[in-house]
């Protein structure tokens, strides 16, 4: 039966829960979530008391009294000498906590602690409302009476703006509207990936799209990267030994390390996608935040998977994304799509079409605002958390900052009991030494957070 390590379950506690009440409660609360959810699944072996205490930073006494209340609760069951399992019919009888309140349990899962370091999403540019706001009734009238409704691959006028935004040989056959590029990196998972298949990622890399690969049964391997990007003697090295079926990246913008990637490598990179068989994904989500003009594309070719979103640029409330990609593999990813979704929603397609005229307009916003986000999150790091360190970020919405002890974990533990909520390197698929801090949050929320840590940095000595 599985055997949850401690580090494993450590990072699936991240974002459950709440974040108040006595520390047992919560640990408590959290295992009851993943129980309920299936994410440990009946039969699970959970990691030892001490070890877990230790792993969380907290006393022993408190692991025990989360895995009693479990127990009690029908979800545990714990025999001497084989250690704490979820029941394999993990009967949960209502306890007094649940009888507490009928919302406890949407509190439960809603809960974020006061401040929120854990999302780098980014405001909404002005330009969406006001490109929204200018849509007239006859506007709308023409596009619901042109069209049906249902379009698997999107607004044609949207495709043929994304085409020629592109420019080159790319024509509205190579595009995919997708709600979002976490849907576009699910369909590339489910339209190219088998169980077994081997994926290689970047150490660390977006966690959604870890998740997005992992869910398909495939086998993830990491490649270290640097300043400029991935390490590509190393990929070469995994795409002799491994064969893998597919490689992710994310050129113009890597979250969360804000690397661009070099002209260098992106040559590199290119070179070897001419040599091996492979599909190569380039996420260029975070492309329109780099805080310096770039000029990164790895262009085009039959296995080039390209992602792009809506989200960081303008708003990711519009839920929109793309893929570019062979006409081929488009009609075939449309149609994974068409199983579970029939296409986004027009209205915001025919927005989006409209925001492709400011996208330059955009880019010069985001690059005026976010380095100045930058100097005060740093300004803010320096004084108050001096061993913290970090490389300048190139582009996206965040800082990646490495720790100078304890682990991420165990930091993102300690300091939720100052309300902060902090994500630990290792959702990112990486050492546990790392966390990643929002630039785009309020000066005040930025100083409150920072100077909650430094306290709890300072009591914890
Ligand atoms: C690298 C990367 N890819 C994809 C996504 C998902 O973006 P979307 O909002 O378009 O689904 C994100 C969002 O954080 C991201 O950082």
Not at 57 to 72: F, G, H, P
Not at 74 to 81: M, N
Not at 211 to 223: I, P, Y
Not at 404 to 426: E, F, K, M, N
Request: a neutral charge; one cysteine or more.
């Amino acid at each position: 039966m599985d055997r949850i390590t401690t580090e494993q379950l450590t990072r699936m506690l991240v974002g459950t829960g709440t974040p108040t009440g006595p520390l047992y409660r919560r640990l408590s609360e959290s295992l009851a979530e993943l129980i309920d959810r299936g994410e440990l699944p009946p039969g699970a072996l959970l990691p030892p008391e001490r070890a877990l205490a230790v792993a969380l930073t907290v006393s022993r006494t408190t692991v025990v009294a989360a895995y009693q209340e479990l127990q009690t609760s029908g979800r545990l069951e714990r025999r001497r000498g084989s250690g704490t399992r979820v029941r394999t019919h993990a009967r949960h009888t209502v306890s007094s906590w649940e009888l507490a309140g009928d919302h406890a349990s949407s509190q439960f899962l809603d809960g974020t602690p006061a401040i929120d370091f854990m999302t780098a999403a980014l405001p909404s540019l002005g330009i969406v409302a006001d490109v929204a706001a200018s849509l007239t009734r006859d506007d709308y009238l023409q596009l619901t009476t042109t069209h049906h409704g249902y379009h698997l691959k999107g607004l044609p006028s949207l495709r043929e703006r994304i085409a020629r935004w592109y420019g080159g040989s790319t024509a509205p056959d190579d595009i995919l509207i997708t709600s979002g590029a976490q849907q576009a990196l699910e369909l590339v998972a489910r339209g190219c990936l088998q169980p077994g298949d081997r994926v290689i990622v970047e150490e660390p890399t977006y966690r959604g799209a870890l998740d997005a690969f992992a869910r398909t049964g495939s086998r993830l391997r990491t490649v270290p990267m640097d300043g400029d990007g991935l390490d590509v003697d190393a990929l070469e090295k995994l795409l002799v030994a491994e064969a893998p079926r597919l490689v992710y990246v994310q050129s113009p913008g890597h979250n969360p390390t804000g690397v661009v990637m070099s002209a260098d490598r992106r040559r590199r990179l290119r070179r070897l996608l001419d040599r091996y068989e492979f599909v190569l994904v380039d996420d260029t989500s975070l492309a329109g935040t780099s805080l310096a003009p770039t000029d990164s594309t790895l262009g085009t070719h039959d296995r080039l998977v390209t992602v792009g979103s809506m989200s960081k640029l303008f708003w990711g409330g519009l839920r929109l994304g793309w893929i570019r990609g062979a006409p081929q593999t488009v009609g075939r990813l449309a149609q994974v799509r068409g199983i579970s979704d029939l296409g986004s929603s027009l209205v915001a397609q025919e927005v989006a079409r409209r925001l492709f005229d400011h996208y330059e307009d955009a880019v010069a916003e985001r690059r005026t605002t976010l380095p100045v986000q930058l100097r005060v999150l740093t300004g803010l790091l320096q004084q108050h958390l001096p061993e913290w360190t970090w490389h300048e970020p190139r582009a996206g919405a965040s800082l990646w900052v490495r720790l100078p002890d304890r682990t991420a974990t165990q930091w993102s533990q300690l300091v939720s009991r100052y309300g902060v909520a902090l994500l630990p390197g290792a959702v990112f698929g990486a050492a546990d030494d790392h966390t990643r801090i929002p630039l785009m949050l309020p000066e005040a929320t930025l100083r409150e957070g920072i100077e909650r840590v430094a306290h709890a940095a300072r009591e914890r000595r």
